[in-house]
């Protein structure tokens, strides 16, 4: 069964790190880039961050970046995001997300795909 | 504020057909493919159209999308209780060099 399990979620103090993990299974890992996507409680998806298949190109949205850190262990078949600094409004699930291709960004004039395949999240609380 | 548009609601009956529009731009919907997904409250997102109007295996054909040049619309047709669910409309925006998602549709049955 193909499949994304997330895990190391949990309740952190303002200022805390923590580092999140996603373990693909059922499919081979390192043909495929891979992405972070949270939801904070009561809104809407919202893309953090993605990384090729490879772990050679990493991007992130300009609300997390220099706070979070997107890598992957291809000989372990998971995903990781560390989080530092950490802010009540980091609240919110992550879901890991895959995508079809092993690039996060196509070449130039090609059409670019999202997310085909995503896991079944864990829950970030930053509160003190 | 999203960079896809969505209604923030929709509704119908049992056995209509409804449609989500998905309104973006020429940096987003107009260069990249439209996926749609499904999350039921409490679940993690499901695929439901991938590359504009493709289903995945699974899903069935009462659910179609379509795209038209800086738009995109999702139907479903034979309307059912189970459907109730958000949905979500995404695409790569090169201006962002991001993945934006519309704000959801919360979709009702009456």
């Known amino acids: 069964e193909v499949q994304l399990l997330e895990s190391g979620g949990g309740l952190v103090q303002p200022g805390g790190s923590l580092r999140l993990s996603c373990a693909g299974s059922g499919f081979t890992f390192r043909t495929h880039a891979m992405s972070w996507v949270r939801q904070a409680p009561g809104k809407g998806l919202e893309w953090v961050s993605a990384?090729?298949?490879?772990?050679?190109?990493?991007y992130y949205a300009d609300s997390v970046k220099a706070r979070y850190t997107i890598s992957r262990d291809n000989s372990k078949n998971t995903l990781y995001l560390q989080i530092n600094s950490l802010r009540v409004d980091d609240t919110a699930v992550y879901y890991c997300?895959?995508?079809?291709?092993?690039?996060?960004?196509?070449?130039?004039?090609?059409?670019?795909?999202?997310?085909?395949?995503w896991g079944q999240g864990t829950m970030v609380t930053v509160s003190s | 504020h999203s960079a896809l548009t969505q209604p923030p609601s929709a509704s119908g009956t049992p056995g209509q057909r409804v449609t989500i529009s998905c309104s973006g731009g020429?940096?987003?919907?107009?260069?990249?493919?439209v996926y749609w997904y499904q999350q039921v409250p409490g679940s993690a997102p499901k695929l439901l159209i991938y590359r504009n109007y493709q289903r995945p295996s699974g899903v069935p054909a009462r659910f179609s999308g379509s795209k038209s040049g800086t738009s995109a619309s999702l139907a479903i047709s034979g309307l059912r209780s189970d459907d109730e669910a958000d949905f979500y409309c995404a695409a790569w925006d090169d201006t962002l060099s991001a993945w934006v998602f519309g704000g959801g549709t919360k979709l009702t049955v009456l």
């Open positions: 990384i090729g298949g490879s772990g050679e190109s990493t």
């Open positions: 020429r940096s987003n919907i107009g260069n990249h493919y």
């Open positions: 997300a895959r995508l079809p291709s092993n690039v996060v960004v196509p070449a130039a004039l090609l059409l670019n795909d999202a997310f085909d395949m």
